[in-house]
């Protein structure tokens, strides 16, 4: 009951805390809230805590100290110690917070941004005020050159708006962040020789989300080429030996990313890490002890400092920092693996889907298709069963109109004999002008004949009878198909011995009817 009253009484970044958190360390709703309640709601801590164990809160104990009821009749020494500790604790925490100051963002103005050209009329106008003008500013860089106090004592006099203006004076192109990393590295390259520094190409921004991203310490450097200690500096200590292997030591996670103030990043940057003194170096990595998402700077290094300083404060600063990062690559790297794990179940899942869902296809496919041969089966056999009560219809119907034979005053009627499969013989008379179809009607409707007693019959509708032999005479072999047709006279003459040969379905469908020799 108390669980659900404060999952309604929790806010909506409360909630998306909590949920993170729960999955992550998979921990019960009613021991996660006051842990998180503990933490300040921050996800990084109270994660910390689940996995390393949660150790005495110096602020939480101090808070409850000033409001600890104190025990009766406390003495004055045991008052002052009570006191003491409780400052001691409350400037330790202090010290803590401002230990880091967060790493600020510049807006950079893109290189593909349009720049204002004023109409043609105005232009030619403002001419001459434009002519003046860049004369009075050569005038002034001659004085500047002459006289070297001059600039330092303008840069001393003159407001920030002035300075800021001055900055855009450079002769230096705008560029997008892109092109001016690509552009301070050329020149880094084209002043102090070819060098293993793994200056990122890409802006400040950029360079930020990158060392968020992979949890990696990101080295800015800073240079003012107007410095008369820039040279020296980057010689001397920045490409020195210990320097240089303590930046490509793949153990201390470093990124390198180099601007010069002349260019208008490098100039905001500077200002936006308040820089007093040139050259100038900081460390930003993200603290995860201050929110999820803060890159603060850990380190400064301004002014002259040797190569051996330079080692040193580096690595305090990443020997500092190495242990929450550490804790959060691995939090993170649990959290990908778990993720991963997540994904090959899925993908495990939706192949096992797959392969059931084209199993039950499968099965579909045969079931109608065995529906469909059952079904053409039956059709077949309906088929086939019409055929024989057709035939057998025709048949009757077929031998209730045949010609009758002729008698003996008939005296040129033919006489036939013909011999059938089973060994039979059929003698039968034919009138000369009758039809070669009423001899095969004769033949198909043997049987028909020998029973007397049939029923009337009338023609099937829609049936087509085909015959399913031909006659054929053995000496010599002369075959009578009834598709020529012609009459009985004019085929076989005054009489004749005939057989009955059955016709093949192959050999019909070749049209092979026709074997006479």
Excluded at 298 to 308: F, Q, Y
Excluded at 442 to 469: I, M, N, R, W
Aim: net charge negative; charged share 25%; with cysteine.
């Amino acid at each position: 009951m108390s669980s659900e009253l404060d999952l309604d009484q929790l806010s909506e970044s409360e909630r998306t805390a909590l949920e993170t958190y729960m999955a992550v360390t998979s921990q019960e709703t009613s021991e996660a809230i006051p842990l998180l309640r503990r933490s300040q709601w921050n996800v990084q801590i109270a994660i910390s805590k689940f996995f390393d164990g949660e150790g005495p809160d110096p602020l939480e104990e101090a808070r409850s100290a000033l409001h600890q009821t104190p025990p009766p009749q406390p003495t004055r020494r045991t008052q002052n110690l009570m006191t003491e500790d409780l400052t001691e604790q409350l400037s330790r925490v202090s010290r803590a917070a401002r230990a880091t100051d967060p790493a600020p963002r510049v807006d950079t103005q893109s290189g593909d941004q349009p720049v204002y050209r004023p109409p043609f009329i105005l232009a030619l106008l403002f001419t001459p005020f434009n002519l003046v003008y860049r004369l009075l500013c050569s005038s002034f860089r001659l004085f500047g050159t002459l006289f070297p106090f001059l600039p330092r004592l303008f840069n001393a006099t003159a407001n920030p708006a002035l300075q800021g203006a001055r900055r855009n004076t450079t002769g230096r192109r705008t560029l997008a962040p892109k092109d001016t990393a690509a552009r301070f590295i050329r020149e880094f390259e084209e002043e102090y020789g070819s060098h293993p520094i793994p200056f990122l190409e890409n802006g400040y921004n950029m360079a930020l989300e990158k060392a968020h991203r992979d949890l990696k310490f990101l080295l800015v450097v800073l240079l003012a080429p107007e410095h008369d200690d820039t040279n020296s500096w980057v010689r001397d200590t920045l490409l020195a030996t210990e320097v240089l292997e303590f930046i490509n030591d793949p153990q201390n996670n470093m990124l390198v990313w180099g601007g010069n103030v002349q260019d208008s990043e490098a100039y905001q940057v500077a200002n936006s890490l308040r820089v007093t003194k040139f050259p100038f170096a900081a460390v930003v990595v993200h603290t995860p002890n201050v929110s999820s998402t803060a890159m603060s700077v850990v380190g400064r290094i301004a002014g002259i400092t040797s190569s051996s300083e330079v080692v040193n404060k580096l690595r305090t600063v990443v020997t500092s920092n190495q242990e929450p990062i550490e804790r959060l690559r691995s939090s993170r790297a649990e959290q990908q693996a778990s993720r991963s794990l997540r994904e090959e179940q899925d993908s495990a899942y939706e192949r096992s889907l797959a392969i059931d869902r084209e199993r039950a296809r499968q099965r579909r496919e045969a079931e109608a298709a065995r529906q469909r041969e059952e079904q053409e089966a039956v059709g077949r056999q309906a088929a086939e069963e019409r055929q024989r009560r057709d035939l057998a219809q025709w048949k009757v119907w077929r031998a209730q109109s045949l010609s009758a034979e002729p008698g003996p005053d008939v005296k040129d009627a033919v006489r036939i004999s013909v011999r059938l499969p089973s060994g039979e013989r059929i003698m039968r008379k034919f009138s000369p002008n009758a039809d070669m179809e009423e001899l095969y009607a004769v033949v198909e409707c043997y049987e028909v004949l020998q029973d007397s007693e049939q029923p009337k019959a009338t023609e099937p509708e829609g049936f087509e009878h085909q015959y399913t032999f031909r006659l054929v005479s053995p000496m010599p072999r002369t075959v009578y198909p009834v598709e020529e047709g012609g009459s009985i006279g004019e085929k076989i003459g005054r009489g004749g011995n005939l057989l009955v040969e059955p016709i093949e379905e192959d050999e019909d469908e070749d049209g092979a009817t026709d074997m006479s020799y």
